[in-house]
C-alpha cells in the first residue's frame, strides 16, 4: 500500500531505464562515454523525469496544489506524471551533463528517443491494464468498460496512443537509419520524436477523457505549441541535411 505499491507502469517506467542504460553502454565506445558517466547521465534522467513530470502535471492541471499542498509533489505514489514535463526535466538535465564532460547531446538524444519510444508503447498499454487516462464515452464495437471508473462504454484510448507510438517508433529507426548512413545530421531522429510524438498525441487525445478548452484539451495545445516549435527548427536548421 501507500509508496510501497506496485503498478504496472512503474515496471514500464524502470525497463524503460534499463532499455536505455543498455543502448547508451551498448554504443559508449562510439559515443566516447566511461561507464562512470553512463551511470550519472541514467541518475540525472531519471532525476529529471521526476521533477519534470510531477511539476508539469500540477502546473497545467492543478496549479494550486503549489501552495495548498506542496508537498504532494514528491508523492509520486498518488500518480500523476506529466510526458512534456518528464521530456523537459530529462533534457535540461542530460544536456547539462554532457556538455559538462564535454560531449554531443544529440548523439544522445538520438539514440534515447528509440528507448524512449518502446517504454511509451508499453507504458501506454500498462495504462490500458491499470484502468488510467480512460478515454471518452462509445458505442463503437470494440469500445471497453472500466469497472474500476463506472460501468460507461469507453474508447480505448490507451491501445490507440500505444499502436501510434508503434508507428512512431517505426518512423524513427527508418530515420536512424539514413542518419547512419550520412544522409541526415545528428539530432534529426530527436527532432523527429518531437514531431511525431506531438502530432500523434494531438490526434489521439481526441478520444482521451479530459478537460476540454475551447475545443481542446491542455495536452492538445502544448502538443501543437511542440509540434510547431520542432518543425521550425528542422526547417532553420535544415537537419535533414548533411
Same mark, same amino acid.
Given at each position: 500500500? *501507500?509508496? &510501497?505499491?506496485?503498478? !504496472?507502469? %512503474?515496471? @514500464?517506467?524502470? +525497463?524503460?531505464?534499463?532499455?536505455?542504460? /543498455?543502448?547508451?553502454?551498448?554504443?559508449?565506445?562510439?559515443?566516447?562515454?566511461?561507464?562512470?558517466?553512463?551511470?550519472?547521465?541514467?541518475?540525472?534522467?531519471?532525476v529529471g523525469l521526476l521533477v519534470g513530470a510531477r511539476i508539469f502535471h500540477f502546473l497545467f492541471s492543478d496549479p494550486l496544489i503549489f501552495?495548498?499542498?506542496?508537498?504532494?509533489?514528491?508523492?509520486?505514489?498518488?500518480?500523476?506524471?506529466?510526458?512534456? *514535463?518528464? &521530456?523537459?526535466?530529462? !533534457?535540461? %538535465?542530460? @544536456?547539462?551533463? +554532457?556538455?559538462?564532460?564535454?560531449?554531443? /547531446?544529440?548523439?544522445?538524444?538520438?539514440?534515447?528517443?528509440?528507448?524512449?519510444?518502446?517504454?511509451?508503447?508499453?507504458?501506454?498499454?500498462?495504462?490500458?491494464?491499470?484502468?488510467?487516462?480512460?478515454?471518452?464515452?462509445?458505442?463503437?464495437?470494440?469500445?471497453?468498460?472500466?469497472?474500476?471508473?463506472?460501468?460507461?462504454?469507453?474508447?480505448?484510448?490507451?491501445?490507440?496512443?500505444?499502436?501510434?507510438?508503434?508507428?512512431?517508433?517505426?518512423?524513427?529507426?527508418?530515420?536512424?537509419?539514413?542518419?547512419?548512413?550520412?544522409?541526415?545530421?545528428?539530432?534529426?531522429?530527436?527532432?523527429?520524436?518531437?514531431?511525431?510524438?506531438?502530432?500523434?498525441?494531438?490526434?489521439?487525445?481526441?478520444?482521451?477523457?479530459?478537460?476540454?478548452?475551447?475545443?481542446?484539451?491542455?495536452?492538445?495545445?502544448?502538443?501543437?505549441?511542440?509540434?510547431?516549435?520542432?518543425?521550425?527548427?528542422?526547417?532553420?536548421?535544415?537537419?535533414?541535411?548533411?
Open positions: 500500500m *501507500g509508496f &510501497l505499491e506496485v503498478r !504496472f507502469y %512503474g515496471i @514500464v517506467y524502470a +525497463l524503460g531505464f534499463l532499455l536505455i542504460y /543498455w543502448l547508451i553502454y551498448r554504443k559508449r565506445e562510439e559515443l566516447k562515454i566511461k561507464r562512470g558517466q553512463v551511470d550519472n547521465l541514467i541518475l540525472i534522467l531519471l501552495f495548498s499542498h506542496p508537498l504532494e509533489i514528491f508523492k509520486i505514489w498518488n500518480g500523476g506524471m506529466s510526458f512534456f *514535463g518528464a &521530456l523537459v526535466g530529462c !533534457f535540461v %538535465g542530460a @544536456v547539462w551533463y +554532457l556538455k559538462k564532460i564535454k560531449l554531443d /547531446w544529440k548523439k544522445f538524444a538520438d539514440l534515447i528517443v528509440i528507448g524512449v519510444s518502446v517504454a511509451l508503447i508499453f507504458g501506454r498499454i500498462a495504462n490500458f491494464l491499470n484502468g488510467e487516462l480512460i478515454g471518452t464515452v462509445t458505442n463503437v464495437p470494440w469500445c471497453v468498460i472500466f469497472t474500476s471508473v463506472d460501468y460507461v462504454c469507453r474508447h480505448p484510448y490507451q491501445i490507440y496512443a500505444s499502436l501510434s507510438h508503434v508507428l512512431l517508433l517505426g518512423g524513427l529507426l527508418y530515420i536512424d537509419r539514413l542518419r547512419i548512413n550520412k544522409k541526415l545530421n545528428e539530432g534529426v531522429v530527436f527532432w523527429s520524436f518531437l514531431i511525431g510524438y506531438s502530432l500523434f498525441r494531438f490526434i489521439t487525445d481526441f478520444f482521451r477523457l479530459d478537460p476540454i478548452f475551447f475545443g481542446l484539451t491542455v495536452w492538445q495545445y502544448l502538443s501543437l505549441v511542440v509540434f510547431a516549435c520542432s518543425l521550425i527548427w528542422v526547417i532553420k536548421k535544415k537537419y535533414f541535411k548533411k
